[in-house]
């Protein structure tokens, strides 16, 4: 067993005091170990599959996530992205109308919700060479962020759920919800 690597990529799981705290600004982002976390996040949500990931779920509490977008089992009709570093972000302005739909996590597994997340989203942020990026996001790129965000600020999905009704199994949802998209 490679002890050194189940470090490296161990995903923090619900329950995990870091999950709940609010991350710290990154103060130099062209440091090198700030430079090493994000390669090590990048490596971490390919090998977990995931759709994005925060530095407090690989138990560092810093204002840093990765969004990497991609068809997959869990999400089969997510666009593509490349994997993109984003730093001390904030949203600036929401769209009026939110949409409802189903979230997972890599710090919840075999759940899902769902999900109240505003469609539009105006958003800046650093970028992984420390260049200040704005952007409008829409539907799933606006979701993937305001989720990777919430835990920057101390959340996880299941603390944006209207309801616990909205919460469900994921091997149930795989039988309910995998059939309609095949």
């Not at 994997?83 to 759940?111: Q, R």
């Amino acid at each position: 067993m490679n002890q050194a690597k189940d470090n490296i990529y161990s995903i923090a799981q619900l329950g995990h005091a870091v999950l709940r705290l609010r991350a710290a600004e990154v103060e130099n982002i062209l440091a090198d170990d700030c430079q090493q976390l994000i390669n090590k996040m990048m490596l971490a949500v390919l090998e977990a599959g995931g759709v994005g990931i925060a530095a407090p779920q690989i138990h560092h509490s810093v204002r840093i996530f990765i969004m990497c977008s991609k068809p997959n089992a869990r999400y089969p009709d997510a666009p593509l992205m490349a994997p993109t570093a984003i730093i001390n972000p904030e949203i600036l302005h929401y769209s009026d109308d939110k949409v409802k739909d189903w979230e997972g996590c890599l710090s919840v597994p075999s759940m899902r919700g769902l999900v109240p997340r505003y469609r539009q989203i105006t958003v800046r942020y650093f970028d992984q060479q420390g260049k200040e990026q704005q952007k409008i996001l829409t539907g799933f790129i606006a979701r993937i962020f305001q989720h990777e965000l919430d835990h920057l600020n101390g959340l996880t999905f299941i603390d944006q759920l209207e309801s616990t009704k909205d919460l469900i199994s994921e091997v149930e949802w795989y039988q309910q919800f995998a059939t309609i998209q095949n």
